[in-house]
């Protein structure tokens, strides 16, 4: 105990909580039927210090299980940032909760903050205290964080006829000396007390780990094609309700609530779980983490590798919540963790895993507005729009980039730029009619409002290719990101800086290929050579290139340099594994293949969690990522 | 162009009509963007011109299913509304009788098999005669989801039910969970979007809005054990709204 210690008698602690009450919204545990929640407190003989655990973690106060994030109205696609700058008071958070706070904030509050986590976490006085009853599915000590020495502003230990207080920030100071009568200066018995029930603390846990904590990311790249994965998750009811309760999860949902006049409405998020089947699911309707173990093994791959790689601690507390959750019994981190760890043998097969290098996106939860300047249909499906930023002069973004297109009611989409870097505020989008919000957008008409948020993730780093001899490989749309780059390399001004430039473009019939015109002007660059191919080519189409599989037109190309090669790839994930094999055979280096991947990103931040492949975040480490980087991880091309 | 919506009943108990009627200041916003040309409950008028139809209760005879593929043919969307039309929903409990033995022992001896009202075959939801576009589901709707679903429809979106348990919505209201009670609740296989109504008022789940996922038996065994429930409990449960165990998710 270092910071400054005071005591209250009991008496007098009951009058500091009552007076809060009147000072603050100030919530507290309670019971409730049998358990016990952080609810809103009405009077001081409410609080319960003695609970074991609550229901839910006091996440649910900064980060809350459905929140409105954006008032909106429909018609003028105008929105405004909710917030909630109500003062708090939050009684009897425990260590373990304390300590998963602190996580929380890494998260919503590093680099570039989440607005609304923000607001509340500042405005929200913590009132910790400390374990007097041991939940029985607890391992916290295992964990350390049975105590808690910072991340409080005051910490409470409730010792029946006395409580000590010990003052953990000046904000705690201020509202103990101004709420609270009579404090004493602790005296070294009090102290001593404090230390002793502390100490005590460990040997009353039932749940124990049996490896050191700090072992578990090691335990885990061991035993990723363990059979305990399949074992226990065939009991798995897929209710999602582990990682409802667990205080370290953070992932959520976005979607846009309309009110039944069609004229107004809320952007709002909702808890999510990666044990529900469609957490990834992308617009057209591809799943990954398919299977149940899968999800089930992602769950403590975040907890014990993934977050632990990315923040540097290990992403759960042992509250003992999600044990208490779980009606099968399955979910237990204590004990599959135990459990693998001496059953590492049995494992097939391990995962090697480490950090890719990311972007901080500017977080900001607000599209910036935008107007619909240029609509040019290309084909049945898709439309191209040119999109001018109205708050902004110019736009800078890497080729590769994406932006979330936003239309209040509809809801966000991550969308790839198809043109190049020019400067101003003007960019193009390429858009396949497949879900609500791209469908919307093949209604609108020029003139029309939406809005964007971006640019997001990591595009194609264009210094990296300067010299270099490009390869570019494009599967059906995913010529559209591709194109911000093509023409990026083969503008009058850039073009000298590389070799040679090879496009291979398929398609899956002659009306599905895009920028077809463009391809004849890029033909007439210098030292460009360009393969095309269809799948197939219905009668009485007419197509005078190649019918095939992209990786065909490797047969027509020769790479003359391939070591001073770059390739660039982008289609559909079935594409991947065999376009990568042409071009290994080709005898290019996989440091120097890129590839850009989709999946469902979400919030575009890193947060939201959606469009995880394995521990990597495609928002923020991609959606182009060096080929290199990501070829060991199982989950890339499912 | 508002669409225009018509509501039909067939064996139920006009509960989720009911519902609707009862959204008091919604049903004033509702009628601002949507036309209703048929809703017996409310109104008289009747129209054979409409895009959307919803259709409540389960298909137990003959005729019904005569005026259910007329509906559908008028219909260019067709809403399955409540359990009843969803699932074959409590009318399905009589499927495990023969016709003749239901009529006998509600209707006595008398002579009813010249009468076609009393013509009756197995209870079938709606989508057991005709293709079914659209499902609400709930004994009764709730009134929420059906605001939802024709806000979805007028603003162009696709009505989606959610694909994960009551469970999930149980969690975010923070209720104690109804096992730790030694109740069976039916919530960890249920398909949500009800809000977890009952088990936020200490009533366990009965599974009203259908199953949304088979549990493996060898797991249910084990969570029964533990918990200390009756199986045979689950049977009766089950049956209450699902006889006939339609899944709702297909993996």
Redesign the interface.
Known sequence: MDGEICRLEKDDFLAFVDNLINGFETIGVKE????F?FSHLESAAELRLDHDVT??PPK?NFLP??EKMIKFN?GEQKGELLGDNTKRVIIGVHPYDIVALKQMDMVYMEGRPDELYKQRRENTIIIGSDILRVNDFSFASSLGTHVVEDGFDLMLTDLGKKVIIEIGSERGREILMDYARNIKEASDQDIKDVENHRKALPDRYKVKLDIEKDQIPFLLMDVFEHPLWEEES??C?????CT??CPTCYCYDIRD??????EDGERIR??D?CL???FTKIASGEIFRKDKSERYRHRFYRKGLYIPMRYNFIACVGCGRCI??C???IADPAKVFNTLSRRKHESKGKLVYKMIEGVEADSRILPEPAVIRRIEPLTENEKLFEIELLSRDSFHFEPGQFVEVSVF??GEAPISISSPPSGDNRFELVIRKVG?LT??MH?MKEGEKLGIRGPLGKGFRVEDLEGKDLLFVAGGIGIVPLRSLIKHVLSKDNRPRFGKIYILYGARTPKDMLFMDEMEKWKEVDDVEIRLSVDTCPEGMKWNHSVGVVTTLFNEIEIQNPKETVSLVVGPPVMYKFVIKCLEDAGIKDTNIFVSLERRMKCGLGRCGHCQINGIYVCREGPVFRYSDIKNLPEVFQ | MKPRVAFFDFAGCEGCQLQIANMEDEILKLIEIVDIVSFREISDVHSDDYDIAFVEGSISRPMDEERLKDIREHADILVALGSCACLGGINKMRNRFNEDELIESVYGDKELVSNPFFNIHRAKSVDEVVKVDYYIPGCPIDRDEFERFVISISSGKKPELPNYPVCVECKKRENPCLFDEGKLCLGPITLAGCNAICPSRGSPCIGCRGILEKPATECIKEIFQRYNIDYNELKDKWNMFNFGDKIWRKE
């Open positions: 409730k039927r049998g358990r929640v229901i839910l649910k299980p459905y429909v065939k009991k009811l897929q209710c999602g309700s409802l309760v609530e309309i009110s039944l006049t069609l909702t808890w779980s529900l089947p469609d208490m959750a009606i099968p019994k009611g509809v609500n469908n919307r209604s």
